[in-house]
C-alpha cells in the first residue's frame, strides 16, 4: 500500500481512464485552501503532478473521457463544470447551467453528464452544451445518480427510494418510469453491474448495502450491515463485475467478493453466465468481506475509484491511498 499525506480532506477520487498510465485527481475540501490535484500514483509511490486552487468545496468528480471530466460544486454560484486534462494540465472548458441549490452527485457516460441536487432536480447534459438536455423534479432531495442502460438516469432519494427516469419522454419529465422501494433511508451512492446491468447496489446512511433486480423487484433482494455509519461510494469493479467495493464515515474501504456467494464464481461471473449476486446463497447473506484499509483508520473514507486491479481512496485523514484490490 502506498500513502501520501496531502493536506487537505478529499472529498472526490478518480482514476483517468489510460491504460497505459496510473494517474488520479483529487478534489479536496475544507473552509480555507482547498484544490484540485492530479496524481501519478501505485502501490508504491505517490507523487504530485499537478494543483489547481478550488474556491468551493466540491461533492462529486467523474471523467467522460481520459481528457476530460465533469466536477460538481456545493455551491450554486459553480453547480457543474467541465474540465479538460491535457499534458498534465487541468483547465476548466464550460460551467453548466443546472436548477440545483446543491449540486449533490453527478455521473458521465461518454459526452454526456447528468446531475442532481438537494431541491429534487434531475438534470442531464451534453459535456459541451451549457443549457440542459433533459429535466426532472422530484418531491424530496436526491443524494445519488447514476446513467442506466442508453436512455435511462437512476436516482437515489432522501426517502430511500430509487426512481427511474427515461429521457427520451420529454425535455422535461417528473414522472419515473420504475421506482424501487426499501425502508425509508436515505441512499447515498448506487452502481450498476458492469456485465449484467439489471443488478444495481446502493448504499444507505446507515451503513446498509442493498442489492436489486431491476427486472423483477420491487424491493431489494437483500440487505446487508457492513458498515457502522453512512456509505458514501458503492463501486462494482469493471474487471472483475463480482467484486463491489464501500467507503463509509466509519473508516473501512471494503471488498465484497461476490464470486463467494457460489463458491464457484469464474463458471457463474462475467458477462457470459449469471452473476453470483443473482443466486439463491445472497438472500442468506453469505460474503466474503475485507477491510482493504485494515482496522487503524478511523476517520471517515469519503471516496474511492477501482481500475486495473489498484483501488485509490481518500477522505477526512487527508491522506490518499492506494492499495492493491487483491490484498484482501
Known sequence: MATKFVGESISSVKWVPNEHEKFCVTAGQGHADRSLSLWECDKEKISLVEKEK??????????????????????????VEVWNLSNNKMSCRTKLTTAHTVTTALDTSDHMITSVGEEGHVQVHLADQ??????????????AVQFYLSQGVLVGTGAGQ????????SEKCN?????????????????????QPSIVAGSRS????LVWDMRHQAVPLATFA???????????????PDNLYTCSEDGQLLLWNGAAL?????????AGGVSPWLTPEISHQKMDIFNLLGSDNKLSVNSFDVMG????CGGERQTLFCVDSCDG
Not at 468551493?56 to 460538481?72: P, V
Not at 430509487?162 to 419522454?169: A, K
Not at 414522472?175 to 456485465?195: D, W
Not at 446507515?206 to 448495502?209: E, K
Open 175 to 195: 414522472t419515473p418510469s420504475q421506482s424501487l422501494s426499501s425502508e425509508l433511508i436515505p441512499v447515498l451512492s448506487i452502481a450498476v453491474h458492469h456485465a
Open 226 to 240: 457492513g458498515h457502522d455509519s453512512a456509505v458514501w461510494e458503492v463501486q462494482f469493479e469493471k474487471d472483475r
Open 130 to 143: 451549457v443549457n440542459p438536455l433533459f429535466s426532472a423534479k422530484c418531491e424530496m432531495t436526491l443524494h
Open 162 to 169: 430509487l426512481q427511474l427516469f427515461d429521457t427520451r419522454t
Open 206 to 209: 446507515d451503513g446498509g448495502l
Open 262 to 270: 457460489s463458491g464457484v464464481g469464474g463458471i457463474l461471473g462475467g
Open 54 to 79: 478550488l474556491t468551493n468545496n466540491t461533492t462529486s468528480l467523474s471523467f467522460l473521457s481520459a481528457s476530460t471530466f465533469a466536477l460538481a460544486y456545493e455551491s450554486p454560484e459553480s453547480g
Open 309 to 312: 486491479g489498484l483501488v485509490v
